[in-house]
């Protein structure tokens, strides 16, 4: 196997919380707390997760849109974490993102043809006469945008539209690395498929990585090759995605899959679901061990005294569990996994 | 459906509400008609600009734009409320019918504390002293499991989760005991996890007190989950109503079969090819002519862009109804052809050179 495109080793990232006159730094919000994972060339691997659990963190961290506290980020082999001035921007040509909100990241000022031949600007690329026109049109046609639209405002776009708009941005530069945090999750639902397709069609042609990252558990199931699943600023759960929706190991993982609304009301009736008490405890005060004990139906002692390894578990998958989940407690929770199961 | 001699708890009748703008008049909703037995839940499911907010809006006598127009019949047991007075409608807001939002930090007052807010909303109602309103209040929050319940009606609403202030908004709405509750997108802002909290918690109180429930949601899973019937909405018309069963596994209009293959299944083989629908939805001022879905539709044919089709039973069927102009053995092959994994162009040819119907 090739060597893998990204490269993710024991990535720290904490917010201090600071207080009083002089600002002292009291505690810290621990929003990534030492995760390690690669991401192979021309897959897509999926980050999921409650809000608050450190998917978005670490993706900006991969991305170096903020720095780490510790840890390494290698992008083909080299160091990201602390690269800096022209090696940096040089590095970020090949990875690109695309965000949640399409009403918020596009600027409502420029055209859209200035929108999406900015990173040309940036990288001092296309300028000969009428280039980045052409590339930029060329860019629309690809993503399904009419061409002729290239003096609009975003304004005159719907937000299925501006999605497009935020793809083809990051497509300009033709970069190996795409990062789409939450891609669809502000579109209606007919509009979400179109941009999934669009960004599945483009992934197959140009062989692009993505890392995916949304909440919508059957979207990533729909996208990706594997899933990490993240509580607390820790990575809980890591397979491939078949293995994974057929057979969570983790607790957290399988109370995830359960809560999920089934669109099916059969399976939905026989569905004994799985309801998780409480909220997510706050990662400024993270529990001691397992962060998942507090929450978790079969904790046991262990739980709270000895922190699980992420490791192999039956089936394939690696999780970080003391007790992971046996086929049949899935199979009772998770009615739909029973249709996955080979 | 209600059988001969028998209220439904809420009736709603050929309910139109228009709004006059400078570019034109905005049918909002235009003509929907269902109703809700006590203990049911009724799904309206649409994409935003559906009109399924609005209709709700109206139904509870919220809708006091001065540009509205609004025409039809809304009965709350028997009782009309378009057009009733405001004491009237007051009177019954927040006690027989109560809604709860997708935004809970819109609904609470950030002022004041969660506890004190509760007590207003029995106090309003109910001729009880305020220690009395107190514990119902405490014990409303201790319902929907906020834990620590009575510290928490001593805090504010900034305080709380955002899952926890949807759980205290719907404990304020609950707290009267209605008879009806509207839920409009209730846990579209929230983590799938608070999501079944919130799902598991509004059924369980339906359960013990047969409170009839209308679910307003973009979101088929939770229509799946929660409803008894189905109503699916679009450009401000019911396009098709029948039991939640039906509506997932033979769904008779183009547009629900749209929506249906749009969302990637858990459970569907990896690498399943998800057909969206073309186009988006369109404007309320501007409607298509003809059948309004005709545009996005794929096996539209050229009387459909004339003819508007009324909301007519399946074969007979009265608890099936769909607005679609396709007659309804094609419909079934369509659905069929589709589930098999037909693209709906290559099904489109043999609809488009079946003979079009005379008359």
Known sequence: MSEPLVQVRDLVKHFPIRQGLLQRQVGAVRAVDGVSFDVNQGETLGLVGESGCGKSTTARLILRLMDPTSGSVKFEGREIATAKGAELKEQRRNMQMIFQDPFSSLNPRKTVGSIIGEPYAIHNLKTGDGERKRAVQELMDTVGLNPEHYNRYPHEFSGGQRQR??????????????????????????????????????????????????????????????????????????AESDDLY????????????????????????????????????????????????????????????????????????????????????VLERIPSARNLTR | MSAAGHTPLLEVEDLRVYFETDDGL????????????????????????????????????????????????????????????????????????????????????????????????????????????????????GLVGIPEPRRAAESYPHEFSGGMRQRAMIAMALANDPRLLIADEPTTALDVTVQAQILELIERLQDEFDTAVVVITHDLGVVAEMADEIAVM???????????????????????????????????????????????????????SGCHFHPRCPYVREAHRRVDPALEPVDGQADHQVACLLDSGTRKRLWGELQAGVAPEAARKDVIEEPEPTG
């Open chain 2, 26 to 141: 905005v049918k909002a909703v235009d003509g929907i008609s269902y109703t809700v037995d006590r203990g049911q839940t009724l799904g309206i499911v649409g994409e935003s600009g559906s009109g399924k907010s609005v209709s709700s809006l109206t139904v509870m006598g919220l809708t006091r734009a001065r540009n509205a127009r609004i025409s039809g019949t809304v009965r709350f047991d028997g009782n009309e409320l378009l057009g009733a007075s405001d004491e009237d409608i007051r009177k019954i807001r927040g006690d027989d019918i109560a809604m709860i939002f997708q935004d809970p930090l819109s609904s609470l007052h950030p002022f004041y504390k969660v506890g004190g807010q509760i007590v207003e909303a029995v106090q309003a109602h109910r001729d009880v002293s305020k220690a009395q309103a107190y514990d119902r209040a405490v014990e409303m929050l």
């Open chain 2, 234 to 288: 679009y450009a401000g018309r019911i396009v098709e109503h029948a039991d939640a069963d039906t509506v997932f596994a033979a769904p008779e209009h183009p547009y629900t079969w749209g929506l249906l293959s749009s969302i990637p299944r858990l459970d569907a083989p990896r690498g399943e090819e998800l057909v969206p629908i073309g186009g988006r939805p369109p404007s309320l001022i501007n409607l298509p």
């Open chain 1, 246 to 329: 057929a057979h969570p190991r983790m607790p957290y993982t399988g109370a995830l899959m359960s809560a999920v609304p089934v669109a099916d009301p059969r399976l939905a009736a026989a569905k004994k679901r799985q309801v998780l008490a409480g909220d997510v405890p706050s990662p400024a005060n993270p529990p001691q061990a397992c962060p998942f004990h507090t929450r978790c139906w079969k904790a046991q002692e262990i739980c709270r005294t000895e922190t699980p390894a992420l490791e192999p578990k039956e089936g394939g998958n690696i999780a970080a569990c003391h007790f992971p989940l046996t086929d049949e407690e």
């Open chain 1, 165 to 238: 708009i935020g793809v083809a941005r990051a497509l300009a530069l033709q970069p190996k690395l795409i990062v789409a945090d939450e891609p669809v999750s502000a579109l209606d639902v007919s509009i979400q498929a179109q941009v999934l397709n669009l960004l599945r069609d483009l992934q197959r042609e140009r062989g692009i990585t993505l890392i995916f990252i949304a909440h919508d558990l059957s979207v990533v199931r729909h996208m990706c090759d594997r899933v990490a699943v993240m509580y607390l600023g820790h990575i809980v759960e890591l």
